[in-house]
């Protein structure tokens, strides 16, 4: 048999009164998403991160997809924004053809946002479709290490970079 793993991200607001709720829901049986982190802008916008396998319709909408597949059906890294509404923004992911993760998440007054994960062989941690950064980790495929990387408010690269790494064993 197979299973499936869902995400909810909710939003209350000040006086405790619930405001909305939204759903990313793998498209098959067998498919996966984990929402590890969540972060708020000054503007109220909803940053969530975390890991995903399979196909991933991130698009909350009900009617609307944004359909993303991990490498290889590996486990690859996510970020998606949310305005202050809960209207879908964007998605990027981010992996490899192994287990990716991602450990922390933030965001500057210029409405960038920075996260931190870490990867085993090598990761493009450039979303763009065409363009790419690739990092490899210590020791090749038997290391792990770890990246930071910005994106700007539109979910475009800003830069990113490999910041250690240690050898498995």
């Avoid at 209350?12 to 709720?21: E, I, K, L, R, S």
């Avoid at 940053?47 to 009900?62: A, E, K, S, T, W």
């Avoid at 964007?90 to 992996?95: D, V």
């Amino acid at each position: 048999t197979s299973s499936t793993l869902s995400s909810f991200v909710f939003k209350w607001d000040a006086a405790g009164n619930f405001v909305f709720a939204k759903p990313f829901l793998p498209t098959n049986a067998s498919g996966n998403i984990t929402a590890s982190y969540l972060n708020l802008d000054a503007t109220g916008n909803m940053y969530v991160i975390g890991d995903f396998n399979r196909q991933v319709d991130f698009n909350p909408d009900l009617v609307a997809v944004d359909t993303l597949t991990s490498n290889s059906n590996s486990q690859d890294v996510f970020l998606t924004k949310l305005n202050a509404t809960g209207v879908y923004q964007w998605t990027r992911s981010f992996g490899n053809n192994n287990i990716d993760c991602a450990t922390a998440l933030g965001d500057d007054a210029q409405g960038n946002v920075y996260f931190k994960g870490s990867f085993t062989g090598s990761i493009d941690i450039n979303p763009h479709p065409v363009d790419s950064m690739i990092l490899s980790s210590i020791g090749g495929s038997g290391g792990r290490s770890d990246y930071l990387c910005a994106l700007n408010s539109t979910g475009g690269f800003a830069w990113g970079t490999k910041i250690f790494g240690f050898l498995n064993g």
